[in-house]
T-cell receptor
Framework: GQSLEQPSEVTAVEGAIVQINCTYQ??????LSWYQQHDGGAPTFLSY????GLEETGRFSSFLSRSDSYGYLLLQELQMKDSASYFC??????????FGGGTRVLVKP | DGGITQSPKYLFRKEGQNVTLSCEQN?????MYWYRQDPGQGLRLIYY???????QKGDIAEGYSVSREKKESFPLTVTSAQKNPTAFYLC?????????????FGPGTRLTVT
């Protein structure tokens, strides 16, 4: 089976940097995805790491270390609109995703 | 516009009734998925289908059924056997090639059973 751990909540001010860590235990690991979900909305894809290292997409970056079963999502230059829940998800065969419990990010002015 | 539609947005049912949630996509994706989300929690996979006329159970399939008769459609039936059906249900689709196989989600159906 799969299990993922991520912090339940993070609070930061506008302009700050936030790092959301994700550790996983899994069989058949293909990669680690990150999704953003605003309250009441649908998840939207942010980033994917299939190989070790850093992937940068604008203000958001994601990192993966397969040997450590660990990844993180880095949110830079935080904006109020970044207040949302962020989920890491392990990708397995058949493009199956197993999601973590989510990290609620609250951005304060 | 390409995308995934789910209807209705809100659904209310009495205990003991089966209910079918609709999911349609015009993204020409082969794979489709159904997830359940409870308040403050992550998404849990109910069923998924990688091709028409084929589907597999996810992690929490008990009390649910699906069909995949058309590429565009993947309806989910919540049966009376599902012990705690009240939840937010999300449908997604993806391609089956490419490195990330990003999943695209519909707006969800919020089901309340009393």
């Amino acid at each position: 089976g799969q299990s993922l751990e991520q912090p339940s909540e993070v609070t930061a001010v506008e302009g700050a940097i936030v790092q959301i860590n994700c550790t996983y235990q899994t069989s058949g690991f293909y990669g680690l995805s990150w999704y953003q979900q605003h309250d009441g909305g649908a998840p939207t894809f942010l980033s994917y790491n299939g190989l070790d290292g850093l992937e940068e997409t604008g203000r958001f970056s994601s990192f993966l270390s397969r040997s450590d079963s660990y990844g993180y999502l880095l949110l830079q230059e935080l904006q109020m609109k970044d207040s949302a829940s962020y989920f890491c998800a392990v990708r397995a065969a058949g493009n199956k995703l197993t999601f973590g419990g989510g990290t609620r990010v609250l951005v304060k002015p | 516009d390409g995308g995934i539609t789910q209807s209705p947005k809100y659904l209310f049912r009495k205990e003991g009734q089966n209910v079918t949630l609709s999911c349609e996509q015009n993204l020409n994706h082969d794979a489709m998925y159904w997830y359940r989300q409870d308040p403050g929690q992550g998404l849990r996979l109910i069923y998924y289908s990688q091709i028409v006329n084929d589907f597999q159970k996810g992690d929490i399939a008990e009390g649910y059924s699906v069909s995949r008769e058309k590429k565009e459609s993947f309806p989910l039936t919540v049966t009376s056997a599902q012990k705690n059906p009240t939840a937010f249900y999300l449908c997604a689709s993806s391609g089956t090639s490419g490195s990330s196989n990003e999943q695209y989600f519909g707006p969800g159906t919020r089901l309340t059973v009393t």
